[in-house]
């Protein structure tokens, strides 16, 4: 297997699913936010959810937190929002959307070599804009690092010499715990799988723990 590392830094949001006034950020980046960057990399639109959901099946994604940066909330109203029943409101109403600046994260993509070749030749030349989570939080940086030949997505982080705590859908070095995250594409749009996420510790941490 063939593992793309991409970088990003700067402002992000990579939102829970909600319908609350206060739109809340998760502690990492979530898969589905990762697979609608390489989405808008390839050039695919929201219309082409099938393109999506195989991208999403494609690969196995791991995701190295180098600096959590400091949390900001923003004031706004929306009109013609989305209900939990998923029913258009025509009114207006408020709410309070959270940011995290001065980030830094690493993404492990993993696929078979050709999609991958495919997937680091779009983020180095990307089709439609890509930004961390909102549109309002663009790359600070060239999203391309490296490619690394490995069989597990946190082997391929470790190696590239990143320091923080790793999420990963597969087990690796330095696992400690397992979460729970909703944030798994399916097939149907709008609707989100729960996957099993592992934990694995600072490499300095988990250096600390096996010596």
Do not use: W
């Amino acid at each position: 297997m063939t593992t793309l590392i991409l970088k990003t830094q700067g402002m992000a949001a990579y939102g829970v699913q909600t319908f609350d006034v206060a739109r809340k950020i998760n502690t990492f980046p979530t898969r589905s936010a990762i697979v609608g960057l390489l989405s808008a990399a390839l050039g695919y639109s929201r219309k082409e959810h099938s393109h999506i959901a195989s991208l999403s099946a494609a690969i196995k994604i791991a995701v190295q937190v180098n600096s959590q940066g400091q949390k900001i909330t923003d004031y706004h109203t929306v009109q013609n929002f989305r209900s939990p029943t998923g029913k258009i409101q025509n009114t207006t109403k408020q709410t309070y959307r959270e940011y995290l600046c001065d980030t830094e994260y690493s993404f492990a993509i993993q696929g078979n070599t050709e999609f991958i070749s495919q997937l680091a030749k779009a983020v180095k030349s990307p089709k439609f804009t890509v930004f961390q989570g909102r549109k309002s939080c663009p790359l600070t940086r060239p999203l391309f690092e490296c490619i690394v030949d490995t069989d597990n997505p946190v082997d391929a982080i470790i190696r590239t010499g990143g320091k923080g705590q790793i999420f990963s859908d597969i087990e690796g070095p330095g696992a400690i715990s397992t979460i729970q995250v909703r944030d798994v594409i399916t097939a149907t749009p709008r609707k989100y799988a729960t996957r099993i996420v592992y934990v694995c510790a600072p490499q300095e941490v988990h250096h600390e723990l096996t010596h």
